[in-house]
């Protein structure tokens, strides 16, 4: 069975980056010697016969007592749009294989990946947008229109828009997670990292999978594969399907007396790989999602002793209580083609990949989050975006190797927003609710179009030093059609309670009291940039390597398109990141042992931050602002590890340290200096343990006893405030565990399973919103994490 290969990493024993290396050369030094690094004496490296062992294994002594036999498989990637063996990558990469997605039962969103990836990140509710971050970078702001600087690709495509990333992942070949700027062949938008999600492809022979499983709140769960061969050698297919319902609601809701929170997810993927000739192969991959919520999945709390959060509302403390009067729920419709053609033309390799995407959601909900009328909430957005790639590919077994390639996009994205607080009486809502009838607006259309044209270039100086030097050159302009509009208290009446929005009577709006929150934006800017990487690498055994990488990435500017006040519409920079990483990637005992480590900073200038809160002088004023930091910086340290110590036991650990400030921060519109601050999602320690343990039985069938445990150190959510006083706004140190037994029949093609996930039940926020208002809401808004869920399944591989 194909393992998940130890994410590539890198590590140095010192280093000139401007921070305190005590305890991360402790740090280093601990890992080396766990790692193996720290021979024993006598043993070196040219003590290892190499004619007995194979191609990437050095052969030595093996202390462990391990049997003959067992050893870490080699994981095929193309995290360098080639071909080539993840250890080999001179990168920070995580490999997720598809088998063992499909074991261990992850993937009901694409967020839960970023579980296995130090210093990294996804939180989520239900299977909605995910909130991705690696290393300290990625996007707190909720726009449709601002892509998040974590690339996110479906099979080598490009996906802007951040809602349609939390698609399930079913029938994957292997999921790819790159650490740190891929601006050079990766491109746009990935100052971050990358993550590339890759289907199983159609083959010429039979293959197939089912799996059901049932777990708490009544969720079914079944997903499945068949493929192979419509005309032999010629023509191939494969049909794939996910699909997944959540009958009872996971949360009692105190107001209205029902089970929130509930879901359905399918999905289903259609594909066909086509043999044209000796020279050429396509693959038309078509696929699409519908999901869609009911019920409120988010409350609120209190600061309060008495714990009142506003108008004499106390909420309940316990998580799977949530208490709200308006409907919370969302429909979520998109879906894709791709064509991936794939020419060879003598020794080079063109490659054309065609993407077209389109998504479509429509939500309602309660904006205040309790059974106040307060606010509610609805929208409607949809995105379509247009893609094309052209890459020319060199063989890989000269002195020079290279890809070049050019880039297209086309997105336009539609969105209509409104709020209101409807009159007391004409809705469902508890007593208290004093603040006055209102109604606000924002539409706006936003187009984007960008061109690319890239290269790298491999050069072997000798069998042991090689560099790899990458350049990428874009273009992209952004034009907005804005129009918001809010009117004075009490001036507007809705004729139906049930679609207040398309029933507005009325209104004042212009009005001194709301001058501020009417406004139109027009926007159109064009942003190019130049990014680029040097990567030397030295080859200091065949197990052992080394490397360095400079890269120099950038995320395309934009606009605040949520902004609820003039005074908060802004045109947003690009921001820059420099990133300096220093590696290695080793294997070890006849091939039982990978370890891979690397070091980091980055030089982060505008950085792209959201703040949210009361505007600053005018208390009575909420705003959210989309700014720019002028200068931050951040530094790391990643050690992964993958053993087989036994032929049945199989171990995978890594820890990730970080440490993230803004050197230079002051909030606009004279809202105060919070230079020293953390960034968003940024925890000091990342730390995972997962491993397996195979036991055999007498009648061929195997008993397999897995689990995992994933630690996160305190983290904050906002990028201010950051003080103990609104503690609510982050989360502190926290451990998750998980556990599964499971029961494979002779042969092994089929596994019964029984697992248990957050094992300890732990309460947790899994994100927060600002609510607090001086004198009005004493509390802020928070998203309790998932609880204990148990559960069983099926799955059968044909």
């Known amino acids: 069975m194909r393992r998940p290969t130890a994410p590539a990493a890198v590590s140095v024993l ?61 994981v095929t990637v193309t995290a360098q749009k080639r071909e080539e063996s993840a250890q080999k990558v001179p990168s920070a990469i995580t490999v997720l294989g598809g088998k063992e997605l499909l074991d261990t039962g992850i993937g009901r969103s694409a967020s839960e990946i970023l579980n296995y990836v130090p210093n990294a990140s996804a939180g989520t509710q239900q299977h909605g947008r995910p909130r991705w971050w690696i290393r300290g970078v990625g996007a707190g702001q909720q726009q449709i229109d601002f892509p998040n600087p974590v690339g996110f690709y479906l099979d080598d495509v490009y996906i802007s828009n951040s809602s349609a990333t939390g698609f399930p992942l079913f029938d994957l070949d292997r999921v790819e997670v790159l650490r740190g700027p891929q601006g050079t062949l990766w491109g746009k938008n990935t100052t971050g990292g990358a993550i590339n999600v890759i289907s199983r492809k159609p083959s010429f022979k039979s293959s197939g999978y089912a799996k059901f499983d049932y777990s708490s709140y009544d969720t079914k769960l079944a997903e499945g594969a068949i493929g192979g061969a419509l005309v ?36 289903i993927r259609g594909q066909l790989k086509a043999l044209i000739g000796r020279d050429l192969t396509a693959n038309l991959n078509l696929h699409y999602r519908d999901y869609t919520t009911k019920g409120a999945t988010t409350t609120v709390a209190s600061y309060g002793a008495n714990g009142v959060y506003r108008n004499g509302y106390v909420p309940s403390t316990n998580p799977d209580d949530v208490s709200t009067n308006a409907p919370a729920d969302s429909d979520v419709k998109q879906g894709g083609a791709q064509l991936n053609l794939e020419y060879a033309l003598g020794e080079l390799t063109l490659t054309s990949i065609t993407g077209y995407e389109n998504f479509r959601n429509e939500a309602t909900g309660d904006s205040d989050n309790t059974p106040l009328e307060v606010g509610r909430s609805r929208s409607k957005a949809s995105s379509r975006q247009v893609s094309q790639e052209l890459r020319l590919t060199s063989p890989q077994n000269g002195t020079v190797s290279w890809v070049a390639g050019l880039f297209y996009f086309n997105e336009k994205i539609d969105s209509d927003s409104a709020g209101a607080r409807l009159p007391n009486g004409t809705v469902p809502a508890l007593a208290g609710s004093t603040q006055p009838v209102g109604y606000n607006r924002t539409v706006y259309q936003h187009k984007a179009r960008s061109a690319a044209i890239f290269g790298s270039t ?34 507007v ?63 395309s500017g934009g606009y605040n398109t949520s902004a609820t006040d003039v ?39 505008n950085v792209q931050v959201n703040i949210t809160g009361v505007y600053n ?160 809401v004493n509390g802020d808004t928070v998203i309790i994490g998932q609880g204990r869920t148990v559960g069983a399944s099926y799955t059968v591989q044909f």
């Not at 009291?513 to 065949?542: I, K, M, Q």
């Not at 502190?732 to 499971?742: H, I, Q, V």
Request: hydrophobic share 35%; net charge neutral; aromatic share 10%.
């Open 458 to 491: 491999t050069v072997n100086f000798s069998e042991q030093l090689l560099s790899t030097f990458g350049l990428r050159w874009t273009t992209e302009t952004k034009d907005l059609d804005l129009q918001r509009v809010q009117a004075a208290s009490n001036t």
């Open 14 to 74: 010192s280093s000139p980056f401007p921070f305190h290396l005590t305890p991360l050369r402790r740090a280093l030094r601990s890992a080396f010697a766990i790692g193996g690094l720290c021979l024993a004496p006598g043993m070196a490296w040219a003590d290892a016969p190499a004619d007995t062992a194979p191609a990437d294994v050095v052969a030595i002594a093996d202390a462990s007592g391990a049997g003959e036999g067992a050893s870490l498989q080699s």
């Open 232 to 267: 032999d050698e010629v023509l191939a297919g494969r049909l794939s399907f996910h699909t997944e319902q959540q009958g009872e609601g996971r949360f009692h809701n105190q107001f209205t007396g029902e089970r929130d929170g509930k879901l359905k997810d399918s999905a």
């Open 493 to 555: 009446t809705f004729g139906d309670a049930s679609n207040w929005w398309n029933t507005v009577k009325g209104g004042n709006y212009t009005a001194v009291a709301v001058a501020n929150n009417n406004f139109t934006s027009n926007p159109s800017t064009t942003w190019n940039a130049l990014t680029y990487d040097v990567t030397p690498e030295y080859r200091f055994s065949r197990t052992l390597r080394g490397y360095l990488k400079y890269a120099h990435g950038i995320k």
């Open 617 to 776: 002088g005018d208390p009575t004023q909420s705003v959210n602002y989309l700014q720019n930091v002028r200068k931050a910086h951040v530094n790391g340290a990643e050690f992964e590890i993958e053993a087989q110590p036994t032929d049945n036991l199989h171990i995978n650990a890594n820890v990730g340290l970080l440490r993230t400030e803004f050197d230079d921060f002051a909030i606009q519109n004279n809202g105060g200096d919070r230079s020293g601050n953390e960034f968003v999602r940024s925890p000091h320690v990342t730390a995972l343990l997962a491993a397996d343990y195979r036991y055999p039985l007498g009648n061929g069938a195997q008993l397999v006893l897995s689990g995992d445990v994933r630690y996160t150190s305190k983290q904050y959510y906002y990028v201010d405030p950051q003080s103990a006083a609104r503690d609510l706004l982050n989360q502190g140190g926290f451990a998750l565990a998980n556990a599964r037994l499971s029961y494979v029949l002779p042969g092994g093609k089929q596994r019964i399973t029984a697992y248990a996930n957050n094992l300890a039940d732990k309460v947790y926020r899994n994100h927060t919103l600002t609510s607090f208002v001086p004198g009005a």
């Open 567 to 605: 005074r908060a519409l802004n045109t947003v920079k690009p921001e820059t990141l420099n990133s300096f990483e220093a590696g290695i990637k080793s294997e070890w005992l006849d091939g039982r042992l990978n370890f891979n480590a690397n070091v980091f900073h980055y030089d982060y200038k």
